[in-house]
């Protein structure tokens, strides 16, 4: 059925189609029917796929990366279609418009998409007020937070500081965003001295808030995959040293490998989708055999496939994330990877998911 929606999609430019599937989400977010059908259809679960990280619970390893529910308006109807967690956001302080349209671009003989967002959002206030009920959802909830364009990186600490504070209530773990391609200068905040001050900032704000009464909350570094070895090694060792629960291997790409002759390869953005699979999985494996015994990894780039999913497991990943693969796949790609999941385990011996994180990496 997906197929033909898709064709009705595909005729639609890439952001009007992503409104479109939110409005719909919007529609079924509040309706108690309508997430009871989605559950009936979507939903695959065994125990098998069951893991425990930070103390919270995930049913199954297979969760919604951030880009798709900027503004945590459907999270409810996302956790209907069977994912393990989903991650909303990028959220920034205050709202913006992002950067100019057109702004995304399918890549379809590639299974790719580009992307030059710019964390377009309504704000963290904003995203407050979506988030009251969160704890309802059935599945975690991350908070993948930024800093606003206009913000010089010389405060940026602030700016992820005030998106904690008026959201730690909100979710179950939280990501900082520095990896980002589509706001200038944000990936310059990778760098070790630049991530040390914002994570000290922002788990000095986490004390504080902790200090009032809030329960604590996993802080996780998303990175970037245009790293070289030694700066990534850097990047990982000083946001483990600093607090960091988790790593998020990885984001989009500025790399062109294996789309260099489509028509929009020349397009800025950042790339992802099939072509960011093997050096996304590529990255999973080296953080892990440099971290993977002090904090958990969450891999994302290029799933579209239970074995891709596997592939990034077995590389150390213990959650991976899809998106563009739903793009191409459809809202039934959460179940077919767990479906597909499973045989695996059960192939190789394995008694549980757990079992099968970094195997390949040891």
Known sequence: MYQLVKKFLFKMSAEEAHE????????????????????????????????????????????????????????????????????????????????????????????????????????????????????????????????????????????????????????????????????????????????????????????ELEMRGAKAKPILVKVSPDMADEQMSDVVRAAVAEGAAGIIATNTTLSRDGVENHPYAEEAGGLSGKPLEERSTAWVREIYQEVGDKVPIIGVGGIFTGDDAYRKIRAGASLVQVYTGMIYRGPGIARQINKRLVQLLKKDGFARISDAVGVDAR
Not at 26 to 51: C, H
Not at 116 to 123: A, D, S
Not at 137 to 165: Q, R, V
Request: proline share 6%; charged share 20%; aromatic share 10%.
């Open 20 to 207: 479109k599937t939110i409005h719909l989400l919007r529609s079924v977010e509040n309706s108690a029917p309508g997430k009871s059908i989605l559950k009936m259809v979507y939903q695959f679960r065994d125990e098998r796929l069951e893991t425990t990280l930070w103390g919270i619970r995930f049913p199954n390893p297979v969760g919604l990366a951030a880009g798709f529910d900027k503004n945590a308006e459907v999270y409810h109807a996302l956790a209907s279609l069977g994912f393990g967690f989903v991650e909303v956001g990028t959220i920034t302080p205050q709202g913006q418009p992002g950067n100019p349209q057109p702004r995304l671009f399918r890549l379809p003989e590639k299974q790719a998409v580009i992307n030059r967002m710019g964390f377009n959002n309504y704000g963290a206030y904003t995203a407050s007020q979506n988030l009251l009920d969160y704890a309802y959802a059935d599945i975690p909830i991350g908070i993948n937070i930024g800093k606003n364009k206009l913000t010089p990186n010389e405060e940026a600490a602030s700016d992820y500081s005030k998106c904690l504070d008026l959201l730690y209530s909100y979710g179950h773990y939280f990501v900082i965003n520095v990896s980002s391609p589509n706001t200038p200068n944000l990936r310059d905040l990778q760098e070790a001295n630049s991530l040390r001050s914002i994570l000290r900032e922002v788990k000095a704000k986490a004390a």
